[in-house]
């Protein structure tokens, strides 16, 4: 059964530092997501994309976070300078008619 | 009014037992509510989900009760068996657009243990 890859599974950096997390989404899907989960607390959106653009955005995704697709298969979320409270759980997610399938997520620890 | 209220935090459940866990909206534009099971280190799984036109979804043990009226929907798990020990998230999304409108609003979610 075809799945959403992510990776790294885990990522330590320095804040300051930028970060670009890696995801390769379902072939045929053609929405794809970025949300966060901060330990203990709930799943938030941050970002969805379409047709090569942002279609939507919430209060978190701010000027830090950007979001490609390089080529034909990835999908990045880029984080140019950490702050240590963006450390959480990080997951891509694309979607055919309702569904969104979610990746494994990486884990981001800012130092 | 875009939040999306769960409870309980926590939930322990014998074998055999029905496990059950409420949910609650306030934004009338929500047309889709899917619930998501999470185990540890993995990212959330579809469960099952349901649209407000109907009042409830079976698949399987897992039911999916909707009151459109209250604006409250739960998951009942019937028969919970310790692999159903996970995570558990409400989720509630907008009427979608070709551009916009899907996003997924999630709830606290619910830590389920199912003792065996």
């Known amino acids: 059964e075809p799945e959403v890859t992510q990776t790294p599974s885990h990522q330590v950096t320095q804040m300051g530092q930028e970060v670009i997390l890696r995801c390769v989404p379902i072939?045929?899907?053609?929405?794809f997501y970025w949300y966060r989960q901060i330990l203990g607390q709930k799943v938030e959106f941050l970002v969805s994309?379409?047709?090569?653009?942002?279609?939507?955005k919430s209060e978190i995704f701010d000027d830090q976070f950007s979001v490609e697709r390089p080529d034909g298969s990835n999908f990045t979320l880029k984080i140019r300078s950490t702050k240590l409270e963006d450390s959480a759980m990080y997951f891509c997610?694309?979607?055919?008619?309702?569904?969104?399938?979610f990746g494994p997520g990486t884990r981001l620890l800012v130092l | 009014q875009q939040q999306v209220k769960q409870s309980p935090q926590s939930l322990i459940v014998q074998k055999g037992g029905i496990s059950i866990i409420n949910c609650a909206y306030e934004n009338t534009a929500f047309d889709y509510f899917p619930w998501y099971q999470q185990f540890p280190g993995k990212g959330p799984a579809l469960l099952i989900a349901?649209?407000?036109?109907?009042s409830e979804k079976k698949e399987g043990r897992f039911t999916i009760s909707f009151n459109k009226s209250a604006k409250q929907f739960s998951l009942h798990i019937m028969d919970s068996q310790p692999g159903d020990s996970a995570t558990y998230f409400c989720a509630a999304r907008g009427a979608v657009g070709e551009t916009s409108g899907s996003r997924l609003t999630f709830g606290e979610g619910t830590q389920l243990t199912v003792n065996p």
């Open positions: 072939s045929n899907h053609l929405y």
């Open positions: 994309f379409y047709n090569n653009e942002i279609s939507e």
């Open positions: 349901i649209r407000p036109d109907v």
């Open positions: 997610a694309s979607r055919v008619e309702e569904t969104q399938y």
